[in-house]
Structures are given as structure tokens and as C-alpha cells.
């Protein structure tokens, strides 16, 4: 780990620990906060019982199921905005001003359209997702030095080799940077969805639980989603250095 990682990790236990003090000494409110340590008491206690299994499971699913379809038709619709310039021209304004809309507001439409399920849920986290895939797509696309490209026509490089030996790595840290804010936003939205619109799954048994005053089991449930989505970030970012270390090895 590196010395600002130490210092991150410092930096998170000495917070811990002035929550742990103020919440055991009743600096805080004990009916709306308790101590850290009981949160995480509450997320074993959670995870032993398997009452919350199916609900961790559907939001679990339904973020994989939006993150895969955003990461697959955002990496399409940003090649499509880079071959074609005039369809760009056209959606340039729309793309800058996508996540000034508020995208919950069509989940009516979307209930409308796929029914009282899982798939409207789906459909909300694709759609903060996917843009931010096909704008990632594009820039790193557009990066790719002109010089490689007429280098690699000039070696009468094959389609397949040019995108794996030239686009796919000169494009991959703008790529990989769509990915994780296509997880993050796609989390974002599915538990905010089950939050306010669902009747199961993480968010709606954090609101239940809210609702009715039960803090183990609330705070025990964020915990636990705290864990998932550290959890992830770390294996994303573990999976980006290796390809960065392995696109290094390959140049030299």
C-alpha cells in the first residue's frame, strides 16, 4: 500500500473512532445514530440469519444486469458517435445535458412499459449508466494518436489487430473510467429506485427499516452495502492497474 493509501486508511479510523466516542459518551443522538461497532454487529447478525439474502441478491442482480447492458450499449453507442460525425453534431447538446434531467421521473412510462417487475429498476440503472459509457467511448477513441493509426495501415494491419494493438490500449483508460462510473451509477439508481419505487430489495428494506426505527437492522444494511461497493471498486482498480501493467509490458 502506498503512503497516501495509509493516510486514507488513518483518516477512516480516526473517524470511526470520534463516531465510536461521541456515540458511546451520547454526544449524538442515540435514537437516530448508534455506534459504529454495533453497525457492524447488526450486518453479521444479518448476514447470519439469511433474512436479507433475497433482497441482497435482487439488487445485486438487477445492478449486474443494468451494468452489463449500459457497459455494452454505451461502448457501441460511443464508437457509432465516433464513426459518424454528424450524428455526434446532432447529440452533442442532449449528451451535456443528460444528467441535468432527473431520470426517476419516467419511471412511470418504464412501469408502463415492462410491468410491475424487476426490468423498470434495470431500465433506470442502464439509463444513468449508459451515457456516461458512450462519452468515456468516445473521448478515449478520439485520443488515440493519428500516427499509430496511419502506422498501423501503413503495416496493412488487419481491423481485429488495429483494435486490439492500437485503439483497444491507446482508448483503454477512458474506457476503464466509463466502466466504474457505469457501476457507480448504476448502484446509485437501482438502490435509490428500491429506496422510493420498490417493494423489495436493499434500498426498500433500508427505508422499511428507517420507517420504523429499527437502527441495527438499517445501519446493519448499509454496512453491508458500504462492503459490496468497496469491495467492487477495489477489484475494479486492482483490474485496471494490471491491464495498464500489462499494455506497458506489451509496448516494450
Known amino acids: 500500500m502506498s503512503r497516501a493509501g495509509y493516510y486514507r ?5 480516526l473517524v470511526l473512532a470520534a463516531l465510536e466516542l461521541c456515540s458511546r459518551m451520547g454526544w449524538i443522538d442515540p435514537v437516530s445514530f448508534i455506534p459504529p461497532s454495533r453497525m ?5 447478525t444479518l ?3 439469511g433474512d436479507y439474502t433475497g433482497d441482497i441478491l435482487l439488487t445485486l442482480g438487477n445492478t449486474a444486469m443494468a451494468v452489463t447492458l449500459a457497459i455494452i450499449g454505451g461502448f457501441a453507442g460511443g464508437v457509432c458517435l465516433f464513426k459518424f460525425p454528424r450524428l ?11 444528467y441535468a434531467v432527473p431520470i426517476f421521473i419516467i ?12 426490468w423498470p429498476l434495470v431500465a433506470i440503472g442502464f439509463l444513468f449508466g ?18 499509430l493509426l496511419r502506422t498501423a495501415r501503413a503495416l496493412r494491419m488487419g481491423l481485429f489487430d488495429e ?6 490500449p491507446s482508448s483503454l483508460p477512458f474506457v476503464f473510467t466509463g466502466i466504474k462510473l457505469t457501476v457507480v451509477y ?4 437501482v438502490v435509490a429506485g428500491e429506496f422510493v419505487l420498490a417493494g423489495a430489495g436493499f434500498g426498500f428494506r433500508i427505508a422499511f427499516a428507517y420507517n420504523n426505527f429499527d437502527n441495527p437492522v438499517m445501519y446493519g444494511l448499509i454496512v453491508l452495502l458500504l462492503a459490496f461497493v468497496i469491495t467492487l471498486n477495489a477489484l475494479l482498480s486492482m483490474t485496471e492497474r494490471r491491464l495498464y501493467k500489462h499494455n506497458r509490458q506489451g509496448a516494450v
Do not use: C, H, K
Open 9 to 13: 486508511l488513518a483518516l477512516v479510523i
Open 40 to 44: 457492524v454487529q447488526g450486518a453479521w
Open 47 to 49: 448476514l447470519r440469519s
Open 88 to 98: 455526434r453534431r446532432v447529440l452533442d447538446p442532449l449528451l451535456l445535458s443528460y
Open 107 to 118: 419511471y412511470p412510462i418504464l412501469i408502463v412499459i415492462f410491468g410491475l417487475n424487476r
Open 130 to 147: 449508459v451515457v456516461a459509457m458512450a462519452v468515456n467511448t468516445l473521448n478515449g477513441l478520439e485520443r488515440v494518436p493519428r500516427v
Open 163 to 168: 483494435i486490439r494493438l492500437v485503439t483497444l
Open 186 to 189: 448504476a448502484f446509485i439508481a
